[in-house]
C-alpha cells in the first residue's frame, strides 16, 4: 500500500507543480523541463508518470472536472432536495468565483493557442455531468415538474450550446447580447424539459455574469 501511495503523491506533485507552471508561464510556454526543474526530478521519473506534457494538461483537466462532479454527485444524491432546487444547486456550484483556480483555467483556456486544451474541457464536463443532471431530470419528470421524452439528450444539448455560446473566449456579446441570448436561453430550457415559467430564472445572474 506504501508503494501506491508514494505513486499517488509523486503523480499529484507534478500534477500541482504543472498546474503552477501552466498559470503562470502559459501551457504553451511551460516545459518538460521546466516541471523537472521545479520538482528537481529526472525526465525518466516523469515519463514513468506521463507520456508528454499534453498528457500532463489532460489529467489536470480531468481533475477540474472530477472535484466538480463530485460536489454535483452530492447534492444528486441528497433525497431531500426537489429536483429543480438541485439543478440550481449544481450549477450555481459550477459557476467559477473571483480569484479561484478554476477562473484562472478559464482565463488560460480563452488564450488563443489554448484552443484544444478549452475543446477538451468542454468536452469532459458534457460527458461526466451529462448523467449527474439526467438523474435530477428524471426525478423532476417524476415529481412532475418536468416532461420530456429525452432527458439525457435534453441535458447534452443545454451543456453544449450554453457552453459555447456563453463563452467569452469565444464571443464578445454586447451587454444586451447578451442578456437578451441568457433570457432566450432560459426560456428554450424551461420549455424543452417541459417545466413552467420562470422556473430557471435565477440562471440569468449566472449567464449575465460580468455583463
Known sequence: MRTVKEHEERRNEILDTAERLFLTKGYTKATINDILQEIGIAKGTFYHYF???????????????QQDVAIAQNIAANPDIPAIEKIQQILMAQAPKAGERKEQWIEQFHQPNNAEMHQKGLVQAIIHLTPILTEVI???IEEGIFETAYPQETVEFLIASSQIIFDEGL??????????????????????????????????QLLVKGQ
Open 171 to 204: 464571443f464578445q456579446w454586447q451587454p444586451q447580447e447578451t442578456l437578451q441570448k441568457a433570457q432566450a436561453f432560459i426560456s428554450m430550457m424551461e420549455k424543452v424539459l417541459g417545466a413552467k415559467k420562470d422556473s430557471f430564472a435565477y440562471l440569468l
Open 138 to 140: 428524471q426525478q423532476g
Open 51 to 65: 507520456k508528454s506534457k499534453e498528457e500532463v494538461m489532460d489529467a489536470i483537466i480531468m481533475r477540474i472536472v
